[in-house]
């Protein structure tokens, strides 16, 4: 049943509005936040598997020049092209280039390496901020949903009041009116008895 005086299209409906925009703006702001939060993770995923799959590519490559028996190979196949002076500057050559090389290729690798440490710290801790937005999002989303529930109470309950207060006036004044005719009658009475 429907309280007295309670029209609940034009009363509430700002209050609700207001309520409900707050609800909404605090709802979608924690949203944006854990999406971007969620695109970002996904970005560094992506960004860590593309380079992982380039570095053993690369290492795959420099195999291939480092492998000793594709080393001899050529080596053979240079023998029989060249004089023996030339060989022996390549033989001198050849062990220091490869040193060089493979000395380069393993700098390459584990500044690869610690860049994808890098990469996989900063992916836990948005991890962990992911977790810590996701907890607060879960945490609010019930007490902000039980506010608009609250307030209507709490607005029900104030008019409920005003129309008692209401109520109790028009009866105080109706019996002080009845109690002023009642002394108007009474003081027409004497004032013609003496």
Same mark, same amino acid.
């Not at 995923?45 to 028996?69: C, G, V």
């Not at 240079?78 to 220091?96: C, F, I, S």
């Given at each position: 049943m429907q309280r007295p005086g309670n029209h609940r299209g034009d009363q509430r409906s700002d209050e609700e509005q207001t309520i409900c925009g707050c609800f909404c703006e605090t709802s979608c702001q924690i949203n944006k936040e854990t999406k971007a939060q969620l695109k970002r993770q996904k970005?560094?995923?992506?960004?860590?598997?593309?380079?992982?799959?380039?570095?053993?590519?690369?290492?795959?490559?420099?195999?291939?020049?480092?492998?000793?028996?594709?080393?001899?190979?050529?080596?053979?196949?240079?023998?029989?092209?060249?004089? +023996?002076? $030339? &060989? =022996?500057? *390549?033989?001198?050559?050849?062990?220091?280039a490869h040193i060089i090389n493979e000395e380069r290729f393993r700098n390459e690798f584990q500044a690869e390496k610690n860049k994808n440490k890098l990469l996989q710290e900063e992916l836990e801790r948005l991890r962990i901020s992911y977790a810590v937005l996701n907890a607060r999002y879960e945490n609010d989303v019930p007490k902000i949903r039980k506010q608009p529930d609250a307030l209507q109470h709490d607005?029900?309950?104030?008019?409920?009041? +005003?129309? $008692? &207060? =209401?109520? *109790?006036y028009k009866e105080a004044f109706a019996a002080l009116q009845e109690e002023r005719e009642k002394n108007k009658t009474l003081q027409e009475q004497r004032d013609k008895s003496y």
């Open positions: 970005s560094l995923k992506e960004s860590f598997i593309n380079k992982e799959k380039e570095t053993r590519r690369e290492l795959e490559r420099l195999k291939k020049y480092t492998d000793p028996e594709k080393v001899a190979n050529q080596v053979k196949d240079n023998t029989k092209r060249k004089k +023996k002076k $030339l &060989l =022996q500057v *390549d033989y001198k050559e050849l062990p220091v607005l029900d309950d104030e008019i409920l009041q +005003k129309h $008692l &207060l =209401q109520s *109790d």
